[in-house]
């Protein structure tokens, strides 16, 4: 089971991005797979989820309207999408698969990707 | 809806436990047995440590325990040993499908 990511990428402000999650060894269409932004040298903030059986998502308030998710189930992949790069947006990013117990699903990550570096320079 | 609030830094000796904290609000650590717990090491990917509260994953020593009392939740690491020494992040569901995460503490092994 794990989740690679895209490698690192180095855009300008204004530019456009998408960076990848590819899941294996599980069924991507039963998990919820959730997206993590760390800047430099902060902590982790949620920037929500996507379903990829279907594409449900749920964004953070925060992150609303700033940033895209969606998935290709066929692929097993998630993305996460910004049409205008600011700077701002430099930060490590995370997907993770969120856990699933024999009867619950629960708002924790138990699978991380390696995560994807993204710089942007203004 | 803002963070959790952890105190930025913790520390103990090897074999002595540490208690971290991890307060919220009524809106969210209070209203939900859904906090969980992540370290993450310099450099690393966040590994989950505690969820709902209490449960550990398959893996994690039971070194590493987690409570909650009120809108304050905590993760306790007994018998402290050099690898321990990271970040611990809490989190904790909020309601409508939104998660927060705490600012984090570094803990420190003397």
């Known amino acids: 089971v794990q989740l690679v990511q895209s490698g690192a990428e180095v855009k300008k402000s204004g530019e456009s991005l998408k960076i990848s999650c590819k899941a294996s060894g599980y069924s991507v269409t039963s998990y919820w797979i959730g997206w993590v932004r760390q800047m430099p040298g902060k902590g982790l903030e949620w920037m929500g989820i996507?379903?990829?059986?279907?594409?449900?998502?749920r964004y953070s308030p925060s992150f609303q309207g700033q940033v895209t998710f969606s998935a290709d189930k066929a692929i097993s992949t998630a993305y996460l999408q910004w049409s205008s790069l600011e700077a701002s947006d430099t930060a490590m990013y995370y997907c993770a698969r969120r856990l699933v117990g024999a009867t619950n699903v629960y708002n924790a990550f138990d699978i991380w990707g390696q995560g994807t570096m993204v710089t942007v320079s203004s | 809806q803002s963070a959790l609030t952890q105190p930025p830094s913790a520390s103990g000796s090897p074999g002595q436990s540490v208690t971290i904290s991890c307060t919220g609000t009524s809106s969210d650590v209070a209203n939900y047995n859904s906090v969980s717990w992540y370290q993450q090491h310099p450099g690393k990917v966040p590994k989950l440590l505690i969820y709902?509260?209490?449960k550990r994953p398959s893996g994690v020593p039971d070194r590493f325990s987690g409570s909650k009392s009120g809108n304050t939740a905590s993760l306790t690491v007994s018998g402290l040993q050099a690898e321990d020494e990271a970040d611990y992040y809490c989190?904790?569901?909020?309601?409508?499908?939104?998660?927060?995460f705490g600012g984090g503490t570094k803990l420190t092994v003397l």
């Open positions: 989190s904790s569901y909020a309601g409508s499908n939104i998660v927060l």
């Open positions: 709902e509260v209490t």
């Open positions: 996507i379903f990829p059986g279907d594409s449900d998502t």
